[in-house]
């Protein structure tokens, strides 16, 4: 099995914290129900190949995202399974609004995500209420996971482009990405949710929130590989300080062939090019590409992932 | 129709150059014929599309490579057309030996590719001698098509990783490269044949050329997205100076599924980087995707271009 060379390339981390979403942001597109079961040992394979934090899945209402309907049944079958144990409530769990949070509380996770917006436009369509009126959802949400002792990550979506307004102003995403950190959030995730963005935007971005005070050390970036620019993006983001991305297992998210195919960064591909530039992440290649193989056969086609193929 | 926002980059050149290599890299591994007529609609739709170089063909030997068995009618066909004319004597073709160049200088044409191997193994395989002994081949070519005005183009493959090899060391590479510029080539193409490279790896590369005393303006750089890796190491090559690249429309060159995937970069998903950047490239984008569009039908499989695929 082909390994890249190793490349060291100047001014860059010695390691960086990969944050897997395979199973929540990657799952929760999948219109055949996964097995409860088979979500649980895609997780426990993950961590087993070293990922280090593994979103396991969403409170969101079952109407809304039927596929995860089964957020409580997963989060007890992996505190109950030998290889975690209580570790399972350190993974993180979007929580969508105050019931979610209920729900994580109730389980004893310690480890939450909220979803915001930066667009008017998909704030009303994905919230159902005005960017503005986000703040007032969430600061409750954030308060009283602060207060239980939770870390709060929140994500910024369409902090690049938007489907209905097109290009979103650098100072829109700075000003709400600040708005939720000084609620509570621990870091932010920025989110290029329809995969537009390129290395440029991705530096003007990253630029602009360290103006505002707020450094790479707080921020992770979350690239869609929609029109082919994700690990790219990657690139920039790392060449500009970050140290936290998201990637999903498989490039899991999105449909390759419809119309707006919105697959993740596929953690794979960025784990090559970590493991060629000799930034370390602790994840196993290997035994990540088996679990997305394995769980390419449990969905019944093939991975998006070019190493996934490469390697199939 | 959307587009990237552009968000310009200190230190990129204003302009680049893309060569497109879709219509001999690309369809020389198709195993169905493609009709003639269908490869010089394809030609024409991509200098009309504003690709300053299409690569039309290859002189190889129909016994190695079917397809390309129509060289000499494509090229007629070429200079015939009222779009083209005489001009259809100035894309390159690939010469893979003396022979080939009889062919290229009967039709008239004026600038050619050999196409040579930076290790022993694929020497051997397809070039049927040793790496030693390809320089001994290629020079009375070389030497020819400059006497006759041509330019000459001197690819050179497996700069990266071989498959029988593996990690392929940079002097080699560099020595190998600077033998083929000394025999006349007035520029190389530095390709990652099997995919394997990363960023820091192509920097690392670009240096060692500089070292050796040739400089980015007389490299180019074709990367293959086994991997994934193909844009990222575009980005980190053109940061390095790099400002000709290799690009094939549609992706095409290998197929996804295939045990060894070899596409090349994708000219779209370049073009879109490109277009972010704010780094011109004289391409119009639509008209682009529109013939991907049009060649996937006529190949009756959808195009591995992450763009074409999310303006599907």
Not at 242 to 266: H, K, M, Q, V
Not at 267 to 296: F, H, I, K, P
Request: net charge negative; hydrophobic share 45%.
């Amino acid at each position: 099995m082909r390994t890249p060379a190793t490349h060291a390339q100047d001014g860059l981390p010695a390691e960086v914290t990969i944050w897997e979403v395979g199973p929540r942001d990657g799952l929760q597109n999948e219109s055949a129900l996964v097995p409860t079961e088979t979500k649980a040992a895609f997780v426990q394979r993950l961590v087993a190949a070293g990922l280090p934090i593994v979103e396991a899945t969403s409170f969101v209402h079952p109407r809304w995202v039927p596929q995860l309907a089964d957020a409580g049944d997963l989060l007890t079958a992996l505190a109950a399974h030998d290889a975690l144990g209580d570790a399972a409530h350190d993974l993180p769990v979007l929580v969508p609004n105050d019931r979610g949070l209920d729900r994580a509380l109730e389980l004893g996770c310690r480890h939450v995500a909220i979803f915001g917006s930066a667009t008017e436009t998909f704030a009303q369509r994905n919230l159902n209420r005005g960017h503005a009126e986000q703040f007032a959802m969430f600061a409750p949400t954030v308060e009283r996971a602060r207060a239980a002792g939770m870390r709060v990550r929140g994500y910024l979506s369409m902090c690049f482009g938007d489907p209905w307004e097109g290009e979103v102003a650098l100072d829109r995403v700075v000003d709400t990405g600040v708005r939720l950190l000084e609620m509570g959030c621990d870091s932010l995730s920025l989110g290029d949710t329809i995969g537009v963005g390129t290395p440029g935007h991705v530096r003007a971005l990253l630029a602009a929130f360290e103006t505002a005070g707020v450094g790479a050390d707080r921020l992770a970036v979350h690239f869609h590989d929609t029109y082919g620019q994700a690990l790219a993006n990657a690139l920039a983001a790392l060449e500009a300080g970050i140290t936290t991305f998201d990637a999903s297992a498989g490039g899991l998210g999105g449909c390759p062939y419809a119309e707006s195919a919105t697959g993740n960064l596929a953690t794979e591909d960025l784990v090559w090019m970590l493991d060629g530039l000799g930034v370390r992440t602790g994840v196993d290649l290997d035994a990540l590409v088996d679990t997305s193989r394995w769980m390419a056969g449990e969905l019944g086609r093939p991975s998006v992932s070019r190493v996934v193929q490469a390697r199939a």
